[in-house]
């Protein structure tokens, strides 16, 4: 199964900028890294992949390592509604698409 | 648009029975996935199938099966129900046969007594 490693939790402040980090050592070489998270009693919500180089969209950034071993979510300026739980996973062709136990994110007012 | 759907939201089943779980992808989506969640952890590949193909398994018996139709449209079913099936099953879909950009339905939770 292809394992990641993300912390049990982090907390932030509301509009301050977050960083979720993922180690991923055993990642192949056209593996993708997927960031999904799950809000209470919601499934879990795309937020961005990529595969090599860092990606940008409307919700987040993805900063990959140079040798792909790791990468960090960055939540530019968390808000409330971004307390979830962040799952790192890296997958090809989506049949070793392992949810981790995932981080827990508390944005405090 | 309308998302991911999924019938029914509820079920409660006796052990020993059967169930069937439904899944209607995002339009133009062919590739649909299966997971499983239990209280408090992450979900757990099933199933992908894609253009009606199975592409994927995950670590679940036998008693676990799906299948894809021609719309799309897909099937969970499991045969023989186990007190340790009660969980929330997740269906997402996606464009292609890359598991990239999946979206999830909102689950269907499964009670076994």
């Known amino acids: 199964d292809a394992k990641t490693t993300q912390p049990n939790s982090m907390e932030s402040n509301e509009e301050e900028p977050v960083h979720l980090p993922c180690n991923h050592s055993t990642i192949s070489g056209t593996d993708y890294i997927h960031w999904y998270r799950q809000l209470p009693s919601q499934g879990p919500e795309y937020v961005i992949h990529?595969?090599?180089s860092n990606v940008n969209n409307r919700m987040a950034s993805l900063a990959i390592a140079e040798d792909r071993k790791s990468s960090t979510l960055i939540l530019h300026r968390a808000t409330l509604r971004d307390a979830a739980v962040y799952y790192c996973i890296h997958d090809n062709y989506g049949q070793n698409f392992v949810f981790g136990p995932g981080t827990r994110l508390s944005v405090l007012p | 648009d309308a998302g991911v759907t999924q019938s029914p939201t509820h079920l409660i089943k006796t052990r020993g029975q059967h169930v069937t779980l439904r899944c209607s992808p995002i339009s133009g989506h062919k590739s649909v996935s299966w997971y499983q969640q239990v209280l408090g952890q992450g979900p757990q590949f099933i199933f992908q199938y894609y253009e009606k193909e199975e592409r994927g398994r995950g670590n679940f018996p036998d008693r676990f099966s799906a299948r894809q139709f021609p719309n799309y449209s897909s099937e969970l079913n499991v045969n023989a129900l186990l007190l340790g099936d009660s969980a929330l099953y997740l269906c997402?879909?996606?464009?292609?046969?890359?598991?990239?950009?999946?979206?999830f339905g909102p689950g269907t939770r499964l009670t076994v007594t």
């Open positions: 997402a879909s996606s464009l292609g046969d890359r598991v990239h950009e999946q979206y």
């Open positions: 990529g595969l090599t």
